[in-house]
């Protein structure tokens, strides 16, 4: 147990479609990153929030948006759903600051159909 | 971010040490190494990071050579629930830590 909660555990949503996923970060952590993970291959870093603010983002076009919100809990948003974004999605939080380890949450399954 | 290079696959008997190698001949000064694990269709687990000097905690132990360029994940007692896939991942103290994964190691402990 890691303390990070994401929601839903799995979603099936058609093409063209938005989907809307959410992350609770570990008590005390105010860095959440989010990556995504198709099958067979490591995670890729999708952005990260600090403090409620944009603090990186990876090689993912403007339709993947994000959210922090003052208790660090975390939204990650993608507008018109392509079949490629199935793929599992994966938040994690940290303290934040030199060296600080990163825990993650089980991740959310999505597909696209 | 420096890139690291594992072996695809490592088998490692039930009870045995499992010795992971890793090369990261491009690191850089202010990069520590991190390590973490993925247990099928879970999130990926922290398990150890180290600068330069040799690390052990509960889980396993972490040796860095002396040039930095390599390194090697210990579980010293492994067990059928070590079965995962590793992650060599060398990160900048600076930034946004974001952390780069490669492909890892798929280890396989045998019963």
């Known amino acids: 147990e890691t303390g990070v909660t994401q929601s839903p555990t799995h979603l099936i949503k058609t093409r063209g479609q938005q989907v809307t996923l959410r992350c609770s970060s570990q008590s005390g952590h105010n860095t959440v990153s989010w990556y995504q993970q198709a099958l067979g291959q490591g995670p890729q870093f999708i952005f990260q929030y600090y403090r409620e603010e944009e603090n990186g983002r990876g090689n993912f076009p403007p339709r993947f948006s994000g959210l922090q919100f003052p208790n660090y809990s975390s939204e990650l948003n993608v507008n018109a759903l392509e079949l490629d974004d199935s793929a599992l999605y994966l938040c994690?939080?940290?303290?934040?600051?030199?060296?600080?380890?990163?825990?993650f949450g089980q991740g959310t399954r999505l597909t696209v159909v | 971010d420096a890139k690291t290079t594992q072996p695809t696959s490592m088998d490692c008997a039930e009870g045995r040490a499992a010795n992971l190698p890793c090369n990261h001949s491009?690191?850089?000064?202010?990069?520590?190494v991190y390590w973490y694990r993925q247990i099928h269709s879970q999130g990926p687990q922290y398990i150890i990071h180290?600068?330069?000097n040799n690390e052990t905690n509960e889980m396993a132990s972490l040796i860095i050579t002396e040039d930095r360029k390599s390194s090697t994940l210990i579980l010293p007692h492994a067990t059928l629930r070590d079965t995962a896939v590793y992650y060599c991942i060398v990160r900048n103290l600076f930034g946004n830590e974001k952390l780069t994964f490669g492909t890892g190691t798929r280890l396989t402990i045998i019963p």
């Open positions: 180290g600068l330069k």
């Open positions: 491009t690191i850089s000064g202010n990069e520590y």
């Open positions: 994690a939080s940290s303290l934040g600051g030199r060296g600080s380890e990163a825990f």
